[in-house]
């Protein structure tokens, strides 16, 4: 006889809600969730399986068992079973055990809504709350502020497991409690003003990076309890770090305990393969036609930005999701109702994701890995756009380091490789990316990309952050990138940090640290950083010397900064470049500096502006350009 005690937390209101795909709380109602019932403590129970015909909680304490703890399902067709069982509390493993009415299937599966999972490769739901304070109100006040598209936005993506590694315990890797301690006070130094941490949410497969997502609303146990997570948030933000989640609602594995064929239907994923299969990832798509899905998907994006007070996510694989032929070859998808490629209902979804965000958390990012010119991404809904507030610039990003893969020599021809982004940059709210992905696969460090012995292969790679930094738009490094790193990145160990110790690597690093500074300090570099009016050619055209000047600027030209980008290692003296105004032209920054490990090439401390037509301009002056780096000027 099960020892089930009929009870529950959603109201008729909830159910409708849910059915509608509009509620966006549904981890206040689902899952597990810890009370008091007419004196006796105990958990609450409730999951949703319409296709099941019995929903058992089995757990470490009931032995497992099938029949001791069957929930009860609602009488309003909603599919959910729920109830209370007593003497169950904090810390008791559990799955739900689901007989199915299609074939008698039985399926035993962790609970979609957990708060904590069991550490991989044990699969079973933890039950658990915590209650823990939040120290981070003086962030939170200000946030709106520092997260706002004209405010400084330079990311540092990391991924937890293999940013830094304990050699002396076993090569394990550091827990949220020691990164709060160690990753808070290095992204801080280094100025950054957002970290990025690739997937946090439970995850079986290591190798998967966190990409193939079990337990979507629990940080992973791999190091250490929910509050550990929060404890590192809360550090963040209390060194005036914002963070940024990376956030998977493009596929789901099909590990036995996970959403696939959760009740013995296909219930999270879509029916047909030709919709509900990844061919790449061999992972299963979800059902963004289906109201429910919608709700368990938003519910959980806003549970992170609720509960853990999380200041954006960036949403991954954006393409994969809107196209129905996104990897599939002639024959293997169908087209929408209008006989496009684009998935309706995928769109619609995103379209309500990025309106229930910023309806609910009007000061945080919604940010789109999306790899297309599909229009409008970071255009509101209300404009016909899918809502996000900035998007990856993808094209800027192969464009840039094809470019500078190149030997200088051959760098003439390709120069619109580089300049070609300018012809775009101002159609989105773009970010400008060099993640884990170009790291990974073979494709080897940025660095090892860059040709010339060493010292023009560091040369390149400055000239290239520094080329990042004053480009138009905001900014995202993956770790070890920032100092150079040689090796592809290895999930399974640490950042080679041992490269510090020599000059190269540290040089690169501190100047990755005073381009963060640089760009927070000068207003230029951010406020008109998705404006037309905050970026001016000087010149775009000069492919025999490989060189291109630009300004950065406000609306007008009364406050601006003169870069200058010198592609070859031949320095260029007695360079000439028009200029806007009169007066003295103040270097401000050269990534040629010595203590970055360039030659120390300079320019002197004021350079008189000469009333002398060039680039199309009535004043101009000659600088010296170092051997490739750029330099920053201002107007005095």
């Not at 061919?279 to 109201?291: E, H, Q, T």
């Not at 991404?377 to 094809?402: A, E, N, R």
Request: hydrophobic share 35%; proline share 4%; net charge negative.
């Amino acid at each position: 006889m099960s020892k089930v005690i009929a009870h529950s937390l959603l109201t008729d209101f909830d159910i409708n809600l849910f059915k509608a795909g509009k509620h966006y709380k549904l981890y206040e109602k689902l899952g597990s969730h810890i009370m008091t019932l007419d004196g006796v403590e105990g958990t609450y129970f409730a999951v949703w399986a319409p296709s099941a015909t019995a929903v058992s909680v089995v757990g470490d304490f009931n032995f497992w068992k099938d029949e001791e703890y069957k929930l009860n399902v609602r009488w309003d067709s909603s599919g959910i079973w729920e109830g209370f069982i007593p003497n169950v509390g904090k810390g008791n493993l559990y799955k739900y055990k689901i007989h199915s009415s299609n074939d008698g299937i039985i399926t035993e599966k962790a609970d979609p809504y957990a708060r904590r999972c069991e550490h991989p490769p044990k699969t079973a739901s933890v039950v658990w709350d915590d209650d823990y304070i939040w120290d981070d109100t003086s962030w939170m006040e200000k946030r709106a502020k520092n997260n706002a598209i004209d405010a400084p936005f330079s990311v540092y993506e990391v991924h937890l497991g293999s940013w830094k590694r304990k050699s002396e315990d076993n090569n394990r890797s550091l827990s949220y409690i020691e990164l709060a301690d160690e990753l808070v006070s290095y992204v801080k130094e280094m100025q950054f003003t957002h970290v990025e941490l690739m997937p946090v949410m439970e995850y079986p497969y290591d190798p998967s990076w966190g990409y193939q997502i079990t337990g979507y609303f629990a940080p992973t146990s791999r190091f250490g309890y929910p509050e550990d997570f929060k404890h590192l948030i809360d550090t963040f933000h209390k060194n005036d770090i914002g963070v940024i989640l990376d956030w998977v609602p493009s596929h789901f594995p099909e590990d036995s305990h996970g959403l696939g064929f959760f009740d013995g239907s296909h219930l999270y994923e879509h029916p047909d393969r030709r919709k509900g299969y990844h061919p790449d990832w061999k992972s299963l798509i979800f059902n963004y036609g289906r109201n429910e899905v919608k709700s368990f998907l938003i519910s959980n994006a806003l549970f992170w930005l609720d509960q853990y007070h999380v200041d954006g996510i960036r949403v991954d694989a954006v393409a994969s999701m809107i196209f129905l032929d996104y990897s599939r070859n002639y024959g293997e998808w169908e087209p929408n109702i209008y006989g496009g490629n684009e998935n309706l209902d995928a769109i619609n979804f995103l379209k309500e994701l990025n309106e229930a965000i910023y309806g609910s958390f009007p000061d945080v990012q919604s940010i789109a890995e999306e790899s297309t010119a599909f229009p409008k991404i970071s255009k509101p809904t209300y404009l016909g756009g899918l809502g996000f507030g900035m998007k990856w610039m993808m094209g800027w990003m192969h464009d840039s380091l094809q470019y500078f893969s190149k030997e200088p020599i051959y760098r003439k021809h390709h120069q619109n490789d580089l300049t070609f982004s300018m012809t775009y940059a101002f159609t989105e709210n773009f970010m400008l990316p060099f993640s884990h992905d170009e790291v990974v696969h073979g494709k080897g460090s940025i660095i090892s990309r860059t040709p010339g012995d060493e010292w023009q292969k560091f040369a390149n790679l400055r000239l290239l952050y520094s080329y990042m930094f004053t480009h138009p738009g905001t900014n995202l490094l993956f770790m070890g990138s920032e100092f150079g790193q040689h090796a592809e990145w290895n999930f399974q160990g640490s950042l080679d940090w041992y490269v510090l110790e020599y000059d190269f690597h540290f040089g690169v690093q501190k100047l990755v640290k005073d381009l963060n500074k640089l760009y927070r300090e000068e207003e230029v570099l951010y406020k008109s950083q998705f404006k037309q009016e905050g970026f001016e050619w000087i010149s775009y055209d000069d492919h025999e010397n490989s060189v291109i000047s630009y300004l950065r600027k406000s609306e007008t030209v009364e406050d601006c900064l003169v870069v200058v980008c010198n592609m070859t290692p031949e320095p260029r003296k007695a360079y000439r470049i028009g200029l806007p105004k009169k007066g003295k032209l103040v270097q401000v920054f050269n990534s040629d500096y010595k203590e970055y490990g360039g030659s120390g090439i300079t320019n002197k401390k004021k350079i008189t502006i000469e009333k002398t037509d060039w680039n199309s301009r009535n004043f101009s002056c000659e600088v010296t350009l170092p051997p490739l780096a750029t330099v920053i000027f201002k107007i005095e």
